[in-house]
């Protein structure tokens, strides 16, 4: 962990900012499988709570 420290000291701020533009670079949104979980989980529990909510309405 200390050696983190030292290596962050002894960089330079255009190393930082490269390295920081190299993350954005690489991950820029979700992928379609993340996209369809996430869609699946909400799918789930609107088939769950919709039928007791819709139920109880007079």
Sequence with gaps: MNDYH???INTSSED???LTNLRHKTQQGFTLLEL?????????LAGFVGPKLFSQVD
């Excluded at 369809?36 to 789930?44: G, N, P, Q, R, S």
């Design 36 to 44: 369809l979980i996430v869609l699946m989980i909400i799918a789930l």
């Design 6 to 8: 030292i290596y962050l």
């Design 16 to 18: 930082l900012m490269k």
